[in-house]
Each structure stands twice: as C-alpha cells, then as structure tokens.
C-alpha cells in the first residue's frame, strides 16, 4: 500500500509542480498588467503626452491626476489643459481642458468583439477655437502632416467608394455620455472688439451610443451664451446608417453678437439690441441630405443704427413653418409675419438718403448650376412706422407715414406667377391712402387700385417753389386704377377721379390769397405714350381769390416768389420761348371738355392810393371748354356775377385757351357800375373826388393773329365831381374841361371807344381797371381839347392846335388865316371856353434867323456909306443889295471888322466867296435872349390881334400864356405856336 500510494504521489509532482508555475506565470503577467496599467501608465501620463507632442515644442499637457483601476477599467482623468506658448516670452494659453473624466469598460463583451462603455462623464471640459489674425485656426496647428491627399489623387472614384463601402465601423456601445457645466469659446483675433463669445454651462447628455444598425442615440443638450440666450437641442441618431433627427430651440439670442463681424467686414451698421428664438427640426439621411422644418423662427425688439440719420427697429418678426431641403435646393415659407416695424430715414440736401446701411461687395462667385426653389406664400406687415426728414429745404421738414397693414402674396423663384401686394397706410397728421395691386416679374405687367382719402396738403407748402405761398388746409381724394410695365416705363396708364376739397392757400402774414371749397376732376385719363392727360369735367366750387396792390404798386400775387425765383423763373421763360421759336411742339398733351365754376368770388383791393380801394366780385359762376393742347379749338366761355353786390357783369365768348393772341372773340358787360366807390382812383389820379355817378360798358374784343379789334362803350350817368384832392400824381389836366366838352343835354356822356393794336407788344399796367380805362380817354379828351370839338369843325379844320411860323418870323401865314376863323366859330357855340396861345420860340433856329436879318441891315448900312450919293438919293427908302452889291458890302464890313479886331484874318478864298464869307461874318452877330423872348410874345399876340381884329372874337375869350424859348425843333423847321382850350375863369 505505502509502496503504491508513494509511486502514485511521484506520479502526481510534475502536474502539481508544472501548475504551480502556470499559476505563477499567469499571475506574475496579471501583476505585471496592474502595475504597469495602475501604476506605470498613470505615472508617466505626462511623458507619454509629452511624447506624442514631441514635433509640436509649442504645445504641452499638464495632467493632474490618472487613475485606472486595472480590475474594473475604471478611468478617471482630473484637471487636465492643453496649452499652447507660442513663444517662450509670451504667456501660455489654454486651449483646452476639463476637471474630470470618468468612463469604465466592460470587459467581457471584449470577448465577442464589442467595446462596450456603461458611461462616459466628462465634467466641466473647456474648448478654445480660437482663430489667428491671419485666418488661421489654432487647432490646425496640432493636425499632423499627412500625405493622404496626396494618395487620394491616385484613386479613382471607383476606388475611393470601394474603399468606403469596404470600411466597417468597430462595435461600439456607449450606454451614456454625460457633458456637464461645458465651455467653447469662440475668439477671432481679426475682429478690432468684441472677440471672444463664449457658449457656457453646456450640458450634453447622449443615451445608447451604438455603431450597430438599427440602433438610435439618444441626444439631449443645453447651452448658454454670455451675451444672452439659451440654445437646446434634442433628438436622435442612427450612427451606422449616418442618420439623424434632431430639434433644435433657441430661446432669447442676443443679436448683439455678431457686431464684431459686422464691424469687421467694413459696415457701418449697429445692432443696439434684439433677440432671435428659433424652434426647428434637422433631419440628416444619406440620400436626401438636410432637411429643416421651423416651427418658427422669431426676432424680437430689435434696433438697429447707422447715425442719427438712418436707424430701424422692430417689434417682432416671425416666420413660420419654414421647410429647407438643401440636397434639392428649395426653401418654402409658408408665413412671414411683421409687427411694428420702424424706419427712420433722413434725404440730404442732394436729395440721396444719408447714412444708409452698407456692406462690403462679395467676391465674385462661379454661378450656380441649379437654381434655388424658392416661395413665400405669405408676408403680413402691421402697425409700422416711416420717420422722414428732408434736409433738401430750410429749415428741415419731417414727414411721419404709419403703415396699417401691407401684404405680399405668392412671392416666388418661379416669375411667371404673379406677385399680389395691398398696402393700407396714413400720411400723418392726416390722409389714408390704400393701394392693391400684382405685377409679373417675367412680363413686367403691373396693374394697381390707389385710393386716397382726406390726404393733408398743408405738408406741400414745403415743397412749393413759391417760398412766400403756403398751404393752410386742403385735402385730396382719389380712386386711381394704375396700369403699366416694369420693364415699359412707356406703357403706364392712370385713370380715374380726383378731388381736391377746402384747400386754402396763404401769403406768410397768413392772409388768404386762393381757396375753394372743392376741385373735382371727373373721368381722368393720364398716360406716358403719347405722355397725354384728359379730363371730362373740372368742377370749381367756390373759388376764392384776393389780388392786392400794395404801397409800392406792386400786385400781390406777383411778388409771391423772390428775386432769386423770379430770375430763375425768368430764365426758364426764355428758355422756353428760344424752344418755341425753334419750331418744337409740346411734347405734353391735356385735353380738359369743360371747367364749371359755382359761386366763386374775387376780392381786388390797392393799398397804393391815398384812400385805400376795395371791391368785390361775387357770384361768379359759369364755364369754359373744352380746352385742348394738340387740337386748337375755340373753346366758349360763359360766366356772370355781381359787383359790390348790385352791378351785374358778364363774360361771353369764345377764345383759344393756350393762344389768345391767335383768335379770340369776347363780349363782356358791365351794369350800374357805382362811380362813387372809385373815389381813391379818382383822387389819386385826376385829383377829384366823384359825388354820383355810375357805368354802364360794354365791350366787345376780338383777336385774329395778335391783331386786337375792340368796340367799347361808355355811358356814365350823372358824373358830378366832389371835391378836389392834393394828389401828387394826380394828372395835371383840366378835367373839368373835358366834362364840358363830353356832356349831353341829359348828363350822360356816351363814348365810343373803338381800339386796335398789336398784342405781340402789349402794354400791361395795374391800376383802377374800368375807371382807368374811362380816365384814360377823359384824359385824351382834355390833353386835346380840339378834338372833342371835331364835330364842329369842318372836315381838316380840327388840326389847328398850333400854327407854325418861319424862324425870324411872327408874320400868320395866309393857309392859317381860314382855319382861325373856323375856330372862332366853334367857340361861339361853346361859350364857356377860352382860347389859349402859347408863344413860342427855339434860340438856335430863331438866333441864325434874326442874326442873318441884322447882317443884311448892316450890309445896307455898310454899302450906303460905301455909295453917298445912292444914300442920299433913297433917304429912308428900302431896297436890296442886287448880288455885286452884296459881294461889294461883305467885303467892305469885313475890313472893317478886321480893322475893329472883330473878326481874324481869313483865307482869300473864303473872302472871294460871298457865301462863305457871309457864313463867318453872321457868327459874329449877337442876339440877345431878350430879342428872342420878345419874338415868341410877338407871335402870339399877332394870333389875338388877328382873331380879335378880324373875326371879332371877344378879348375875354382869348388868354396869352407863358412864352416857351426853349422848344425843340420840328422837323419842317418851323417854330410852332401852340392853341388850347380851358373853362373860362379856370386856370
């Protein structure tokens, strides 16, 4: 038995023995596995990052603490950086970290070929992307150089997807990965501020992490940005079949962080605040690529600058149910709501928008091959506001629009489809304007409906070129149907009313100088080819105007524009007239059928008489038309009123509106017109007031080629004149007279007042109108008293104003003498004139005259003494020098003057000569002015002592008045002597 057992147990050793050392190598490699993966590797954690950083000396990671527990593989990483001295003078930089990292493996799935994590915890991790002043990025600089591009040169497309359906992913599951209290910042070092934005407090929480098919990851995550606002996402993802679906929220985004990039890119755009919220599901498949459906995505209070001149606001914009499919290019927008947006825009004095927003121009890009899909289904814009301010006028003028309502509709890439827009606004303080319409961008046609209702025009009286007109109240109307081509600025046609209701327009005193009460065009009618505008019917009710003569006679309405405006409107006047000599038509053409004026009323005053003149025109109503510019036709003219409120007046006729010069043919009537109330004229200008009287006139014009024909007819009743009034304009002329002359037996004067001239030469002058008129040929009457007394003249007899007498002379010349005598007998019938005789005489005419008269009495005296004996014979005897005697006298008168020292020595020619001699001898005479003098009274006493002597006429009857010495020559040189006529005892 001993035996037995003993050989047994020998038998027994080696298996013993050889398991004892199995156990010793399997444990001695188990230890050696925990030291090195416990101990070793934790130890010399660093060396080995160190190592693999080995060809990057700027880049180093510190580690804390590693501990692996080499039983459960459980890892644990505390406080570890990656940090980056990109030269030894300057300061490290931490590009990335975190303080903890735990994860473990499970190590029996090992066996079948899966790695599987139960969890991942990665606890407060710092990221730094940070991108250099020259673009680069600072994770680049870790990326190791590789020559895989190189190699993918060399492969073919084949190749490369045969590569890539051959590469299968590791199996791999991640029950959970928890990222918790996370940090990225973003720095870019190009930007000049604001280049760090930092995403903190990131929480990252993935479930069911799996390479397999058919599994799906779970994704949820939380973020903060330091500028303000939350972003979350959740969702899921298939890792295998590269699918995932995930949606993505965020909630008050301060926009304020793009900033730095708008400053950067060179804008002058400033966003002051706003927030962005989005709620949107990204979808990711393989074949169809990106897909985005937003529930909505919103910006709310948002203001954004330039300067001063150009700011924007918005309360809140939101677009709803957005769907992107980026593989095929399309983008669809259901809705697109706006709500309160403001826009504050400022026009420079050239007329361009100041300050407006600008960016710098993208580089050119090669153009796509497929065109993007687009749509807007939708746009709805309320309660918005449009500040404008115009700097073109001085002072600024603002201008404030409030937007109701305004909608686009069927906005789209594809043009053939219409694009439909209403717009429902209020010009501020007043006036609604309403517009709908739809164009078609391909085919540029457009048609609209414009309403506008009780439009403020005051806001115009900026803009009116007249700088001393404003307007005080108006308000316009109108329903305008608008059709055109955007890409035919030719084809746009507009129809429809218009009205323009209680406008009222006023100097700078604010006194009114035009209104009405309404202006309504009917049946309008404008178009761009032929550039033409017609209308039916323009209704005048109540038109009002105010026309003043100021102190300085000067018509109000003309002195509305300033000099500078008058100039330049002069300009444009001869600018105008240099085109229309040149034979160029108006290229503009209006048609109006008829314009119809109810109870309109004119009120003329004129401050620039002594006593000032007011009257009134009232009633005023009728019409004219049709007024035409390409087809010249008479249009007809019919209005009647009242003045001062109980003298009719009326206008009949026709003319051509744009050519009265051409042809017109007018009757106007004038009825128990009160000459009392034109007593400021009266006294003004003829020095008298008027005590009664009235007028009746009627006047008939007619026109043909600048040609004026005009039949007038006075009749004034019972003029009496009133007191005389100290006017220094009043007309120097024996008014008096004149009456005299024109009155009948009953009191009336009737005058027939035919005229012709040329009105290519008119005389234009503002002054009292009819009484002007009337005044005027009074006027005529008295200057030329003879001719109201034609009718009792023979026929050629009424020209004996003056009588003409040769110089030298006051002798009447024999063609004088009958006419004279038919004077005395028109006197005769008018017993209570007086003949008055201006003397006359001119010094030069009449000088030479008498001198040559002296000269001959000389030469007589001269040849007397020269011949005793023919001087004794005559005795006081007259007689003429025959031509030898004449030659004989001047010779010896000039040797005697030349011995007097009289006269200087002349050439023998001059004194062979007897004209010439005669010539130097006659300068030599003086003729004193008393001599002169003298012959004007002569003359005119040798007319009375002819008319008293001869016809006899009655002293009393004829006056001499002032001689005249100073007269200038006639023509036929002969020294005329002027009659005339006054009231006797009037002076």
């Not at 005296?861 to 005793?868: H, I, S, V």
Request: net charge neutral.
């Amino acid at each position: 038995m001993v035996m037995v057992e003993n050989t047994e147990q020998k038998k027994d050793r080696p298996f013993f023995r050889r398991g004892r050392r199995w156990l010793l190598i399997v444990g001695g490699i188990y230890a050696g596995y925990a030291a090195t993966v416990g101990l070793v590797i934790p130890y010399f954690a660093s060396d080995i990052f160190d190592w693999m950083l080995a060809d990057k000396p700027d880049y180093q990671i510190k580690l804390n603490k590693l501990a692996i527990n080499p039983f459960t593989l459980q890892v644990s990483a505390h406080d570890m950086t990656l940090e980056y001295q990109p030269n030894p003078q300057a300061k490290s930089i931490k590009q990335a970290g975190f303080n903890t990292l735990d994860f473990n493996v499970d190590v029996w799935p090992l066996i079948t070929g899966q790695v599987r994590l139960p969890s991942i915890s990665l606890q407060q991790p710092y990221v730094l992307v940070d991108i250099d002043t020259s673009g680069q990025l600072n994770w680049m600089k870790l990326a190791p150089e590789s020559t895989s591009s190189q190699e993918d040169k060399h492969l073919t497309s084949d190749k490369k997807e045969s590569v890539k359906n051959t590469t299968a992913l590791p199996n791999v599951l991640i029950d959970k990965i928890a990222i918790t209290e996370g940090k990225v910042i973003y720095r870019d070092q190009r930007l000049k501020q604001g280049k760090d934005v930092t995403v903190d407090d990131i929480n990252l929480s993935l479930h069911n992490v799996s390479t397999q098919i058919g599994q799906s990851t779970a994704l949820s995550l939380t973020s903060t940005l330091d500028t303000g606002g939350v972003v979350t996402a959740s969702g899921n993802a298939n890792i295998a079949e590269q699918q995932a679906k995930l949606q993505v929220q965020g909630q008050e985004i301060n926009l304020g962080f793009i900033q730095p990039w708008l400053s950067s890119l060179g804008s002058n755009l400033k966003i002051n605040k706003g927030k962005l919220m989005w709620d949107a599901g990204l979808t990711w498949h393989p074949k169809s690529g990106l897909t985005a459906k937003a529930k909505k995505i919103a910006v709310q209070d948002i203001a954004v600058t330039t300067t001063a001149a150009w700011t924007a606001s918005l309360t809140d914009a939101m677009v709803k149910d957005l769907e992107l499919v980026l593989s095929k290019q399309r983008l669809l927008i259901p809705s697109i709501q706006v709500s309160g947006p403001e826009l504050r825009l400022t026009l420079g004095q050239d007329g361009q928008p100041k300050d407006l927003p600008f960016f710098p121009a993208a580089p050119d890009e090669p153009a796509e091959t497929t065109p993007w899909q687009w749509q807007v289904a939708d746009i709805q814009v309320s309660k918005g506001n449009l500040h404008l301010q115009n700097q073109q006028i001085t002072p600024a003028v603002d201008h404030q629009v409030r937007l109701a309502n305004a909608s686009v509709k069927g906005a789209s890439s594809d043009i053939n489809k219409p694009i439909t827009i209403s717009v429902s606004s209020q010009l501020m303080p007043s006036g609604d304007v309403s517009a709908k319409g739809e164009f078609n961008l391909k085919s540029g046609a457009t048609h609209w409906q414009l309403n506008v209702a009780k439009l403020g025009l005051a806001v115009a009286s900026p803009y009116i070129k007249v700088r001393r007109l404003k307007v005080n109240s108006g308000q316009l109307g109108s329903e305008l149907r608008i059709i055109g081509n955007l890409q035919q600025p030719d084809a746009w046609k507009v129809q429809g009313t218009l009205v323009v209701s209680d406008l009222q327009l006023a100097n700078l005193k604010n006194q009114r100088l035009l209104s009405w009460q309404s202006l309504q065009g009917d049946q309008l009618n404008f178009s761009m080819q032929p550039l033409a505008l017609t209308i039916n019917e323009l209704a005048l009710t109540k038109p009002f105007i105010d026309m003043q003569i100021n102190r300085q006679r000067k018509l109000n309405l003309l002195q509305l524009a300033s000099e500078d405006e008058q100039q330049t409107t002069a300009g444009e006047k001869k600018a105008s007239g240099e085109k229309k000599n040149t034979g160029s038509k108006s290229e503009f053409a209006f048609s109006l059928q008829r314009l119809a004026i109810t109870n309109g009323k004119m009120h003329f005053s004129d401050e620039s008489l002594v006593r000032k003149f007011a009257s009134d025109v009232e009633k005023l109503s009728g019409y004219i038309g049709p007024i035409d510019t390409q087809q010249p036709k008479l249009a007809k003219i019919d209005l009647s009123g009242q003045v001062e409120k109980q003298s009719p007046v009326s206008i009949s006729g026709e003319f051509l509106p744009l050519n009265f010069h051409q042809q017109a043919n007018l009757k106007m009537h004038f009825e128990r017109l009160p000459l009392r109330s034109l007593t400021p004229y009266s006294g003004q200008f003829v020095g008298y007031a008027i005590k009664s009287g009235s007028l009746q006139a009627d006047l008939h014009y007619q026109v043909k080629d600048n040609q004026l024909v005009a039949d007038n007819r006075f009749v004034i009743r019972q003029l009496t004149l009133g007191e005389k009034v100290n006017s220094p304009e009043a007309v120097d002329v024996p008014l008096k007279l004149g009456i005299a002359l024109l009155k009948d037996s009953r009191g009336n004067i009737d005058l027939d007042l035919p005229v012709k001239g040329n009105l290519s030469q008119p005389d234009i002058s503002y002054g009292g109108l009819i009484l002007k008129a009337l005044f005027s040929n009074i006027t005529k009457v008295v200057t030329s008293p003879f001719t109201a007394l034609a009718g009792l003249l023979p026929e050629g007899s009424e020209d004996i104003q003056q009588l003409d007498f040769k110089p030298g002379s006051y002798e009447i010349a024999p063609a004088f003498q009958d006419r004279l005598h038919q004077l005395v007998k028109a006197l005769q019938e008018r017993p209570k004139l007086q003949l008055t005789i201006t003397g006359q005489a001119n010094e030069l005419l009449d000088s030479k005259a008498i001198a040559f008269q002296l000269l001959e009495q000389q030469l007589q005296q001269t040849y007397l003494k020269q011949n005793p004996k023919l001087a004794e014979t005559l005795g006081k005897e007259a007689f003429e020098l025959t031509t030898l005697q004449r030659q004989e006298a001047l010779i010896g008168l000039y040797e005697t003057w030349l011995e007097q020292g009289r006269i200087k020595s002349l050439a023998k020619q001059v004194t062979q000569d007897a004209q010439q001699l005669a010539a130097q001898l006659v300068v030599k005479i003086p003729v004193p002015p008393i001599t002169i003098r003298s012959l004007a009274e002569r003359r005119a006493q040798a007319i009375a002592d002819f008319l008293i002597d001869q016809y006899g006429l009655a002293k009393e009857r004829v006056a001499l008045l002032e001689v005249n010495t100073l007269m200038k020559l006639d023509k036929d040189n002969t020294i005329p002597t002027l009659l005339g006529l006054q009231v006797i005892g009037e002076k």
